[in-house]
């Protein structure tokens, strides 16, 4: 058996003392350690609080895309940022609801890049189908905007003035195809219409709806009373277009002012020149 060897008093001093030595430097390094991490820290929260490098700059460093009708810088125009911005203070709810009610566009993604610092904005625009034409000049209180301005449809139906479409692309085509005296209650019914006239081979160039119980349609080939419209009566009435092209392409046709579609099965002709309105089958 090993005999224990007490220590002696100067031993045991010495002893302390080491402990004591190891005790201070752990407290040291557990010291700045916390300094080091608070100094992190307070570095990182300032650099949010202070992004000097998360700034936008100038225009060319917000991204618009997907726009076909409105040009870049009338896009910018609309978002209205100031210069420098930084990019944590801009809210893209905001200049999503802004674009979406200053614009004729129909949604709106916008996203932040940190790295470099960067916003992209990509838009899908409402583009139009139609262009309207007042049917009423001047505007009265209370009066739609259709009837008294000229203005744009798509091919939902919706409505915006052209004064309200600034900022087009000069290589945007307007569209051709026009519309008299569309009123607001003719959105619902708009889609149908325009998909039906997008099946007929021969052109036509203006619907004139001032009329409820008369749709009048300017064709190559004349003018086309359709009465009140329905979808299905007036597929049927495109359809007969096609076979009545004689009525214009022979010289020795009398003169036609319109041409009556109201019943598709007993189509009929207003001559002009005084002359009396006649029957004729397509």
């Known amino acids: 058996m090993t005999p224990l060897v007490t220590p002696s008093a100067e031993e045991l001093s010495e002893r302390r003392r080491s402990l004591r030595k190891q005790r201070r430097v752990r407290?040291?390094?557990?010291?700045?350690?916390?300094l080091a991490i608070s100094g992190l820290a307070a570095g990182a929260f300032?650099?949010?609080r202070n992004p000097f490098w998360l700034l936008l700059h100038h225009p060319d460093q917000v991204v618009i895309d997907g726009n076909k009708m409105l040009t870049d810088a009338s896009i910018h125009e609309l978002l209205a940022l100031e210069y420098p911005q930084r990019i944590f203070d801009i809210e893209p709810e905001a200049l999503i609801e802004r674009l979406s009610t200053q614009a004729p566009i129909d949604?709106?993604?916008?996203?932040?890049?940190?790295?470099?610092?960067?916003m992209a904005v990509v838009v899908q625009e409402r583009l139009p189908?139609?262009?309207?034409?007042?049917?009423?000049?001047?505007?009265?209180?209370?009066?739609?905007a259709p009837t008294s301005h000229p203005g744009l449809i798509d091919d939902t139906g919706q409505w915006m003035a052209q004064s309200d479409v600034g900022g087009l692309n000069h290589d945007f085509a307007v569209p051709k195809l026009q519309v008299r005296g569309f009123h607001q209650r003719y959105q619902r019914q708009w889609p149908s219409l325009y998909q039906a006239l997008q099946t007929s081979s021969v052109n036509i160039h203006e619907v004139d709806w001032r009329s409820?119980?008369?749709?009048?349609?300017?064709?190559?080939?004349?003018?086309?009373?359709?009465?009140?419209?329905?979808?299905?009566?007036?597929?049927?009435?495109?359809?007969?277009?096609?076979?009545?092209?004689?009525?214009?392409?022979?010289?020795?046709?009398p003169a036609v002012d319109y041409v009556d579609l109201t019943n598709p099965q007993v189509p009929s002709v207003k001559l002009s020149q005084?002359?009396?309105?006649?029957?004729?089958?397509?």
């Not at 949604?107 to 960067?118: D, G, H, K, T, Y």
């Open 27 to 34: 407290n040291l390094q557990n010291i700045w350690r916390v």
């Open 129 to 144: 189908v139609a262009v309207t034409i007042p049917s009423r000049p001047g505007a009265t209180a209370g009066e739609p």
């Open 46 to 48: 300032w650099l949010i």
């Open 212 to 253: 409820p119980n008369n749709l009048i349609l300017h064709t190559e080939i004349g003018e086309i009373h359709c009465g009140v419209y329905e979808p299905q009566r007036l597929l049927e009435q495109l359809a007969l277009l096609p076979q009545l092209r004689s009525l214009t392409n022979d010289p020795k046709a």
């Open 107 to 118: 949604q709106v993604w916008v996203s932040r890049q940190l790295f470099p610092p960067r």
């Open 274 to 282: 005084h002359q009396q309105p006649t029957a004729d089958s397509p």
